[in-house]
C-alpha cells in the first residue's frame, strides 16, 4: 500500500491496482496504521497544527502502541 496527498486529495494505492479515497481525508497504512489514523483524527481538531507536526505525533503514538511501528520516521515534503 503507498498513501499519496496533495493540497486537494488524500489517496491510498493498494498493491492490487485499487485506488482508494477516505472519506476524511486521512490515510493510515501498515501494521499501527489504525493507532495512527486514530491519532490523527484527534490531532486534527487543534487549531494551528501543520499536516507535518500531525504526521509526525501520530506516527510517535502508533510507535508507542504498536511493537511492529517504528518510531524512526522519514517525512518527506514536496513544496511547490
Known sequence: MMAVADKHVSLIL???GDV?????GLIGIGS???????????LIAIDGITAEEIARRAMA?????????NDKITLEK???
Request: charged letters at 15%; glycine letters at 16%.
Open 14 to 16: 493498494s498493491g492490487t
Open 20 to 24: 482508494l479515497e477516505p472519506e476524511d
Open 32 to 42: 499501527g496504521g489504525g493507532f495512527a489514523l486514530a491519532a490523527a483524527r484527534a
Open 61 to 69: 503514538i502508533a510507535a508507542g502502541i504498536c511493537i511492529y511501528t
Open 78 to 80: 514536496l513544496e511547490y
